[in-house]
């Protein structure tokens, strides 16, 4: 079925002007925009991905990774193809760079979608793999619905949508990239900085509970005042409890030459957040490492053991709301059922 998109105007010649994203594409008769996933036809704008997934599958929410957001808990996870960024190392480049209706894809709507959910006892949606913003409908939608069944909705996300459609989402958390400095997304995603920044500030204004990824690549991001940039930013605009989670990257797409981050560069990104006071930080993508745990930001107290993406809850009193260290009776900013 053809689903006319939302968040655009008309504009003469048959043409239309998108506004879900910062690019606000204008976009002659027949033809898409930057995303590939939305299409002028006769002079309306279309998402050409609604009903059309080119990924489904169950995952732990900590693989999002949103480390306090329902820890333990599984989500149904959904994509379709494109994307409004194009990045040079994208690990999911083969749906992310083509548009969802010329790649194979599952016909599947938001009905299909919450029972499937439920049928595999999933505690919430993720719409993750690509760029969620792009198939805002199919999102909205069943994340509608999702809320009428008492199912969360997790938005992994790279920060690339207006304020009007983050307004109208009903999003429960995001996981929100960001990726670098200006120059990083100029180059290597084709995308700028200032709209994703303005989104983490938003979300967190909304009540949606925010976590931050930084991917760090070895010779394009990887140096202290990048790192400094982004830590200082979520300790002033975002707040000290936010989490952010270091990863590894890993040669892929149009990077292949680049080697995987160094662990000592994601320690040393660590260690830098934890002098200015965050006090949930994260090293992912380096199984075994004990970034990948929560402790006590009070008194140093282990609370959950991460083994790749099963959790063991040591000393954390998860029956009290927000969870308690058991060890010194911190309150711990995690959102639990």
């Not at 100029?186 to 303005?198: E, F, M």
């Not at 989104?199 to 400094?228: F, Q, R, S, W």
Request: glycine share 6%; aromatic share 10%; charged share 25%.
């Amino acid at each position: 079925m053809l689903k006319e998109a939302m968040f655009y105007e008309k504009l003469e010649k048959n043409r239309v002007k998108c506004n879900l994203c910062p690019r606000h594409c204008v976009i002659l008769d027949g033809k898409r925009g930057f995303c590939r996933a939305r299409k002028n036809i006769d002079g309306k704008l279309y998402a050409m991905g609604y009903g059309k997934l080119s990924s489904v599958a169950i995952d732990p929410i900590e693989k999002k990774p949103l480390f306090h957001f329902y820890p333990g808990s599984s989500v149904l996870s959904i994509a379709t193809g494109g994307c409004n960024f194009r990045c040079k190392y994208c690990q999911n480049w083969q749906i992310s760079q083509r548009a969802p209706d010329e790649i194979p894809y599952k016909e599947m709507y938001p009905e299909d979608i919450v029972n499937l959910t439920i049928e595999y006892n999933c505690e919430g949606i993720s719409y993750t793999y690509t760029e969620p913003t792009i198939f805002y409908e199919i999102m909205y939608d069943t994340a509608i619905l999702a809320r009428k069944h008492r199912l969360y909705n997790a938005m992994v996300t790279n920060g690339y949508i207006e304020e009007e459609p983050l307004k109208k989402l009903p999003v429960d958390a995001m996981n929100i990239d960001i990726k670098g400095n200006a120059e990083f997304y100029k180059k290597v995603c084709q995308g700028t900085l200032d709209p994703v920044l303005r989104t983490c500030v938003l979300a967190k204004k909304l009540g949606i509970h925010v976590e931050v990824t930084n991917l760090i690549i070895p010779g394009y991001n990887d140096n202290e005042d990048d790192m400094l940039y982004i830590i200082e930013f979520v300790k002033d605009k975002l707040g000290k409890e936010t989490p952010i989670h270091f990863t590894r990257f890993h040669p892929d797409y149009m990077l292949m030459d680049i080697p995987p981050t160094p662990v000592e560069v994601l320690e040393k990104a660590r260690n830098m957040a934890l002098e200015e006071g965050l006090k949930y930080v994260y090293i992912g993508n380096v199984p075994g490492h004990g970034g990948e745990h929560t402790y006590c930001p009070n008194c140093g107290a282990l609370l959950i053991r991460r083994d790749i993406f099963n959790i063991s809850i040591v000393d954390l009193d998860m029956t009290t709301k927000p969870p308690k260290c058991l060890v010194c009776g911190e309150k711990i900013d995690i959102i639990t059922k």
